[in-house]
């Protein structure tokens, strides 16, 4: 693993060089592209330059920032967030004291300023082919895994942190750089709490490369002082939110495991393979890569990356298949972004390296076949990836409602008022409570932005009432394929469970029932788009004023809903699944936790 390619290899690989460059050169004026749209365009334009779950973080920081309270709601104090990326973002809202908009626009900079800057560093060391094949890798990871890295979420820290692990590494070596990058995972882990997963993976790799040289026991020594300052870091920062928000972990997480089935959640094994496919075409071309360059020469820095990250994810999905109830979604898959940036770096270093030396078997296949690998991985690909997302926004036809855009709609429309109001939502509440004004205040029913005090009330089933009486909403929004309509004519009610996103959760869930005319506003469900932001659904805004007791009727289809084998997410929002397969393994799943509660009739 410590062993490094040499440094005398021509880096004036013309073609190879242009084709990095260009692409770099692309994604550079894309992404400035997309920045200035955000800072001229219309809110209803750009709001999906971010994903929803960007929002948590960028209305915590605004109101941290502006109110002195870590909140999204403005009603409780949450520690639903993870802290490095929150704090990063914090330290400029309180600088510049941004409104809205423009705290928006910097967000989509910063995100372009750090992907950039990580390129122009690999580039910078243009004769070190290794560095130089990186900026490659860089491209096409960013294109293959967008939601990991583009989207405003706190993933995008993994890759400048990734960069200066591998520094290190070539530097000193993989065991001699150990205590330097047993700082940087102390980073590592405040980006994603389960970013402990690399650690694990770390670890393990690490200790594999010493336990040959030093024995069994003086590498689990070291393998303990390695883990040590991250581990250190972790408790600390438990330690502190226990005492500043009464509870150790962050409620975002802790949200997902409540009413969970242990144990049986596997099936999110379907979102890893899926997931698993922007590599598909990179691993094809590696292969014969390899095979011209001849037995995996100076590959060690590479292939023990690619270990840890393939260990990593196995972790991860160990993890949430266990103790999750919920489904994992895109940006949890930065382990095989990670991967994916080394492995078309790979590409790219054999290539310029061929393009030097050629190979016994056929100079001219060899350079031709490795110029098209990168060209297609770092250069087509990204580029067709990046100009789309810049088109979609531009495109004057592009007139379909998006999620986040139907927010503002209701923003502009039905919520418009001078007066205080309080909106209880759970899906897609981000977008509504960052774009609200200061009198409309939103509070998100799933959890992951509340605090302790409703975690508590779920575990105990009481958050109706704890809804009632310290939330006291005015509206209630809802986003459904259909809404179950119970009982006979004059008698009917709206039947509204919340949260839907757990898999396999049947235990603490909340329940609604509305009368007919509770219904405030009623958005029809549209004709299905292509885009795969088209939101395929019925929105319902309830008075929740006007909410009724939920009679036997009524209580009878919630119970069937929470533990039918299609389960209450895929009865509400079929639109997030993507194939027969997935809905398949969701069955199987909740199938399996069904009969787990037999035999341990305990959730999480």
Request: proline share 5%.
């Amino acid at each position: 693993m410590a062993s490094a390619p040499p440094r005398n290899i021509d880096p004036h690989a013309r073609l190879m060089a242009a084709f990095i460059i260009a692409s770099v050169t692309v994604f550079f004026i894309l992404r400035t592209a997309m920045t200035a749209m955000a800072g001229i365009g219309d809110p209803h334009t750009i709001v999906d330059m971010v994903f929803d779950d960007a929002y948590y973080y960028l209305s915590i920081a605004y109101n941290i920032a502006q109110h002195g309270m870590s909140t999204f709601d403005r009603l409780t104090e949450t520690n639903g967030y993870h802290p490095l990326w929150l704090l990063i973002l914090t330290g400029f809202e309180a600088l510049f004291q941004f409104d809205k908009k423009n705290f928006y626009t910097f967000t989509l900079a910063l995100i372009g300023i750090i992907t950039i800057a990580s390129l122009l560093y690999c580039m910078k060391k243009r004769r070190d082919p290794f560095s130089f094949s990186l900026a490659a890798g860089l491209s096409a990871g960013y294109a293959g895994y967008p939601f990991v890295w583009l989207y405003g979420l706190e993933t995008i820290l993994f890759a400048p942190l990734l960069l200066a692990v591998l520094h290190f590494v070539r530097k000193d070596g993989f065991v001699e750089s150990r205590n330097k990058a047993a700082l940087i995972f102390c980073a590592v882990i405040l980006v994603r709490l389960d970013a402990a997963c690399l650690l694990i993976s770390y670890a393990a790799v690490l200790f594999y490369a010493m336990r040959k040289q030093q024995g069994i026991r003086q590498s689990i020594i070291k393998i303990t002082f390695f883990v040590m300052p991250a581990f250190a870091t972790l408790m600390l920062y438990f330690l502190i939110n226990k005492m500043i928000f009464g509870i150790a972990l962050p409620v975002s997480g802790v949200a997902k495991m409540i009413g969970a089935q242990p144990l049986s959640n596997w099936g999110i094994a379907y979102y890893y393979i899926f997931n698993m496919a922007p590599l598909l075409l990179p691993v094809i071309l590696l292969v014969p890569a390899e095979i011209l360059w001849g037995k995996f020469r100076h590959g060690a820095i590479y292939y023990g990356g690619l270990s840890i990250f393939f260990i990593a994810n196995m972790v991860q999905y160990a993890y949430y298949g266990a103790l999750s109830g919920w489904m994992p979604w895109p940006w949890y898959f930065y382990n095989q972004a990670l991967f994916m940036i080394l492995l078309v770096a790979r590409i790219a270093f054999i290539s310029l390296c061929i393009m030097k030396t050629g190979t016994p078997l056929s100079m001219k296949f060899g350079k031709a076949f490795t110029a098209g690998a990168v060209a297609v991985c770092s250069i087509l690909v990204p580029i067709l990836v990046h100009a789309l997302m810049v088109y979609s926004y531009v495109d004057p036809t592009n007139s379909f409602s998006t999620f986040n855009r139907r927010n503002l709609d209701d923003l502009n429309g039905i919520l418009k008022t001078t007066d205080s109001v309080t909106v209880a939502m759970g899906d897609r509440a981000g977008g509504l409570g960052y774009w609200a004004p200061e009198n409309i205040r939103v509070f998100q029913l799933e959890g992951l932005v509340a605090g302790r005090e409703y975690l508590d009330a779920r575990r105990s089933d009481t958050a109706q009432k704890w809804l009632t009486e310290n939330i006291k909403p005015d509206y209630l929004i809802v986003d459904r394929d259909a809404v179950p309509l119970i009982g006979p004519p004059g008698k009917q009610y709206y039947v509204i469970i919340e949260p839907i996103q757990g898999r396999v959760v049947f235990d603490h869930l909340v329940a609604f029932c509305f009368p007919v005319d509770a219904v405030v506003k009623k958005t029809e469900r549209v004709t299905a788009n292509p885009n795969l932001r088209q939101p395929d659904v019925q929105r319902f805004i309830f008075d929740f004023k006007k909410r009724a007791p939920c009679d036997n009727e009524c209580a009878s289809e919630i119970q069937r809903s929470i533990f039918a084998v299609e389960g209450p997410r895929e009865l509400a929002m079929s639109v997030e699944y993507r194939s027969r397969l997935n809905r398949y393994w969701e069955r199987l799943d909740r199938k399996i936790a069904l009969k787990l509660r037999q035999y341990w009739p305990h959730s999480l």
